[in-house]
């Protein structure tokens, strides 16, 4: 951001006292390096020994940076690589974060060889089982309606605006059983900590370690769902193969405290259970993101996610109705 931009921003004024107070020795102006689907914005700032810190801007009301500074501390005790935290003002809406640099696994990924990658990708993996076993105490639930208002991102923004269809009242109805049936599914399911958004561009690629990012919408939810988020990313389609290796090395990585599903068959089922409501929530999101928010990038990764969808549910022959209600909206290739 150009520096007239950044003396014109309205959050400026906040930042630069919040840099001054908790960060003296900044030598150079912030500089924005990213944001995210949500409010939040990302700076950087160099120190004089040369060192870099990353801002979270976490706008109030909008955003709370409470819940993140609660996860990462849920994780740190338990020895998942997160951000270390510098500074703080919560009021305002500003933490002070370690600079974690600017690979992604979604960006590290091109230009090395497939074995780095999918080594790569099984140290992401191996992290789950631990993040599972994460403190949920005071999180919030992942519960039926939680899961409903997610599901109900699809007709609501992805039919309604993006496929410019509206279901008739028939279709609504048939539609909310289906929705019904995958909440009491994936409810019944074993409950532990969730991050919700565990996928490659929230996984930061540095030479010692894999840290993770973006952790604050943690609930307590179904144990397969960060890993359905991982593999059945909507930025990259891993190979069929890798994803059934990275299941059972997940499986078999878990403590037998967290094995109530029974077998990895069993646990492939729930899998796919999961992504069809994942794949639902995350047509919707981007569609939403699109018209409402004028984020228009998010549609090139509707495709993806629709196809991730149509395997979610032809490995569950139970929502073969579902399978045909949805045929009719596919999205436009790009």
Not at 120 to 148: H, I, N, Q, S
Not at 150 to 169: A, F, I
Not at 218 to 245: C, F, H, K, M, N
Not at 277 to 293: C, T, W
Request: glycine residues 6%; contains cysteine; hydrophobic residues 40%.
């Amino acid at each position: 951001m150009p520096q007239t931009a950044l003396l014109n921003d309205p959050r400026y004024p906040a930042l630069a006292e919040f840099l001054t107070r908790t960060l003296p020795d900044a030598h150079t102006p912030p500089v924005l390096v990213s944001s995210d689907a949500s409010g939040r914005r990302y700076w950087r700032t160099r120190l004089k020994t040369g060192e870099t810190r990353i801002v979270m801007d976490a706008p109030p009301p909008g955003e709370d940076t409470l819940p993140f500074i609660d996860v990462l501390e849920r994780l740190t005790r338990i020895g998942i690589p997160v951000p270390a935290l510098y500074g703080r003002n919560t009021t305002e809406g500003f933490l002070l974060l370690e600079d974690l640099g600017d690979e992604t696994l979604f960006r590290w990924r091109h230009g090395q060889t497939a074995e780095q990658v999918i080594g790569k990708l099984a140290t992401a993996v191996d992290l789950l089982p631990e993040l599972a076993g994460a403190d949920t105490d005071g999180l919030p639930r992942f519960d039926a309606a939680r899961l409903a208002r997610e599901m109900d991102l699809l007709p609501d923004w992805y039919l309604r605006h993006y496929k410019q269809q509206v279901l008739s009242d028939e279709l609504l109805t048939q539609w909310s059983a289906i929705r019904n049936r995958i909440c009491d599914r994936l409810t019944a399911m074993p409950q532990v900590f969730v991050h919700r958004d565990y996928h490659s561009r929230n996984l930061m690629v540095q030479p010692d370690r894999l840290t993770v990012i973006d952790f604050q919408d943690a609930v307590r939810g179904p144990l397969a769902y960060d890993l359905v988020s991982l593999l059945r990313d909507s930025y990259i389609d891993w190979p069929e193969e890798t994803v059934q290796t990275m299941q059972a090395r997940f499986w078999a990585a878990l403590p037998d405290t967290l094995r109530q599903t029974g077998n990895l068959v069993e646990f492939r089922k729930d899998f796919a259970w999961v992504a069809v409501q994942r794949h639902l929530k995350v047509l919707g999101i981007f569609a939403r993101l699109s018209f409402r928010d004028g984020k228009h990038g998010y549609l090139n990764d509707l495709p993806l996610t629709w196809r991730h969808l149509q395997r979610a549910l032809d490995g569950t022959p139970e929502l073969a109705d579902l399978a045909a209600l949805l045929a009719p909206f596919a999205p436009t290739e790009v």
